[in-house]
């Protein structure tokens, strides 16, 4: 792969540059549920200490007060919603939410299906027209841009309606969040061609004829493209194909949850990439870190959780569903 250095690319500051956007704007009031361990408490801390967020602790209140005493952590200024268990919890923030009492969800230390299964409930969860996605926000050492890989946590197996809103949730996302605007998005499959032996080279090519129809906004798309063929220009060239995105993608679709998930752990395992996560489509962002993210990764997931939270407050939020 032909690859900036990191050195020279700077690449090192991308989650930095967002964070200390994050800084400039109103901290958001955001809703932690669950935060039962040291690295999820710490997490909210440290961006509450950062500015960003403006926590409530929702949970076992004698629980977070033993874990942040354990700790050395001051949380005396918080307010904490005391619930019996993380089930509880997450039922109790997403009411929360309905009440307006909460910008933003952060995942505490209970598993992510607990937490969604309040978020995408039929009754009293926090649906919108939008299919709930997942965004992972790559900082790639060897690469110039910032990587945007979705949808890997969520949707286990996206039809083309809803590949259509995990697109657009990304898309919205990048353009909002201060990457700025009109991202390159490359929609991914084992092939460059559109053969009937892979359906997502069909479904690829449907989606890129959407955007040109209007139905996806605010980006550029090709598709379908193999990995190399959307990362690397020489790649693209070797190939013969000449497009906008080819070569320097900023959005990475996967065509299901397994690839993308394998896709998000080779880049932070092989090739020391940090991931911050957050998911998109709902009446609010939500923060979603799992316990081996770094600290700078569970900082930077609030930080676009918190300039995506400030953006619908200047702008109409998504429809409810």
């Known amino acids: 792969m032909s690859v900036m250095p990191a050195e020279a690319s700077g690449t090192r500051s991308k989650y930095d540059r967002l964070i200390a956007a994050a800084q400039k704007v109103p901290p958001v009031l955001t809703l932690v549920v669950h935060p039962c361990d040291e690295s999820s408490l710490r997490g909210a801390v440290d961006a509450a200490e950062a500015g960003i967020i403006k926590p409530i602790l929702v949970g076992p209140a004698a629980k977070i007060r033993d874990i942040a005493a354990k700790h050395g952590m001051n949380i005396s200024s918080y307010e904490i919603v005391d619930t019996p268990h993380s089930e509880a919890a997450a039922a109790k923030a997403v009411e929360m939410i309905h009440q307006g009492k ?29 299919r709930i996605s997942h965004v992972f926000i790559m900082d790639v050492p060897a690469y110039a841009d910032t990587v945007f890989v979705t949808d890997a946590a969520i949707n286990i197996f996206p039809d083309l309606d809803a590949k259509r809103d995990i697109i657009q949730n990304a898309i919205d996302l990048y353009n909002e969040a201060g990457f700025g605007t009109t991202p390159r998005v490359a929609i991914l499959s084992a092939v460059e061609t559109v053969t009937s032996a892979i359906p997502s080279t069909i479904e690829a090519a449907a989606l890129c004829k959407m955007a040109d129809r209007g139905q996806i906004t605010g980006a550029v798309l090709d598709g379908p493209l193999a990995f190399d063929n959307a990362i690397d220009v020489e790649a693209a060239r070797i190939k013969g194909i000449k497009s906008e995105v080819a070569g320097r993608a900023q959005i990475l679709v996967v065509p299901d949850l397994e690839s993308g998930n394998m896709l998000a752990k080779n880049l932070a395992y092989f090739a020391k990439a940090d991931g911050a996560g957050i998911v998109l489509g709902a009446r609010v962002p939500i923060v979603l870190t799992s316990r081996a993210d770094s600290a700078r990764a569970r900082m930077a ?21």
């Open 301 to 321: 997931s609030a930080a676009f959780a918190v300039l995506f939270a400030n953006a619908q407050r200047r702008g109409a939020p998504i429809a409810a569903a």
């Open 102 to 130: 909460g910008e933003a969800l952060m995942k505490g230390s209970l598993h992510t299906d607990e937490l969604m299964r309040s978020v995408t409930a039929k009754s009293g969860g926090l649906r919108t027209s939008r």
